[in-house]
Structures are given as structure tokens and as C-alpha cells.
């Protein structure tokens, strides 16, 4: 008989420490979201999200400046663009390990 929650792959823990968690929300809003596809990159080689998280991050973090050039006039969408981003991604980062639990 095979249960689903015996059987479960064990999901690695994302943060290590509060201390650890704070850094890497700051990081991401101190680089004004530009670092945050690296961090869920992370997240998701220890699957924590699926692996289309951080291409999503990547694409509006990194696309949104290049776009902006290639297009001009960026002053009046592309910071919105990347403060919404940068906002996503750091509550997004404050929520990543919010359900774990230890003996998982």
C-alpha cells in the first residue's frame, strides 16, 4: 500500500537561518530585483518552485531594461515594471520556506 505523504520526496529546506533568509530579501530589493532570478534559480534546483519561476524573474527583471532601451521613452513604463518586479520577488523570497517543517 503506498501512501503519498509516507512517500514523499523529502524537499530540502531553503534558508538555513532567519539571518540567511533576511540577507537574500535584501539583496533582492537592494538590486532592485535584478538578483532575484538567481535566488529562485536556487529555489528551484532544491525544488522548492517549479522550474519556470526563475526564466518568469528573468524575463521581467532582465527583458524589461533591454526592452526599455531597444523601444526609448522607458521613462514612463519601465520603472514600474521593475518596481513591481522587485516587490514580487521580495515577498516571494520572504515566503519561500514559510511551510516547511523540520521531519519532512
Given at each position: 500500500?503506498?501512501?503519498?505523504?509516507?512517500?514523499?520526496?523529502?524537499?530540502?529546506?531553503?534558508?538555513?537561518?532567519?539571518?540567511?533568509?533576511?540577507?537574500?530579501?535584501?539583496?533582492v530589493v537592494a538590486s532592485a530585483g535584478l538578483l532575484a532570478?538567481?535566488?529562485?534559480?536556487i529555489a528551484a534546483k532544491k525544488r522548492v518552485v517549479a522550474?519556470?519561476?526563475?526564466?518568469?524573474?528573468?524575463?521581467?527583471?532582465?527583458?524589461?531594461?533591454?526592452?526599455?532601451?531597444?523601444?526609448?521613452n522607458a521613462k514612463n513604463w519601465s520603472g514600474g515594471v521593475?518596481?513591481?518586479?522587485?516587490?514580487?520577488?521580495?515577498?516571494?523570497?520572504?515566503?519561500?520556506?514559510?511551510?516547511?517543517?523540520?521531519?519532512?
Amino acid at each position: 500500500m503506498s501512501n503519498p505523504y509516507i512517500n514523499a520526496p523529502i524537499r530540502a529546506r531553503m534558508y538555513s537561518s532567519t539571518l540567511h533568509k533576511v540577507i537574500w530579501v535584501v539583496v533582492v530589493v537592494a538590486s532592485a530585483g535584478l538578483l532575484a532570478p538567481p535566488l529562485f534559480f536556487i529555489a528551484a534546483k532544491k525544488r522548492v518552485v517549479a522550474m519556470y519561476v526563475p526564466a518568469l524573474y528573468a524575463v521581467f527583471a532582465w527583458g524589461t531594461p533591454i526592452v526599455a532601451s531597444i523601444v526609448g521613452n522607458a521613462k514612463n513604463w519601465s520603472g514600474g515594471v521593475l518596481a513591481f518586479t522587485m516587490i514580487t520577488a521580495a515577498v516571494h523570497a520572504a515566503i519561500l520556506d514559510i511551510d516547511w517543517k523540520s521531519g519532512r
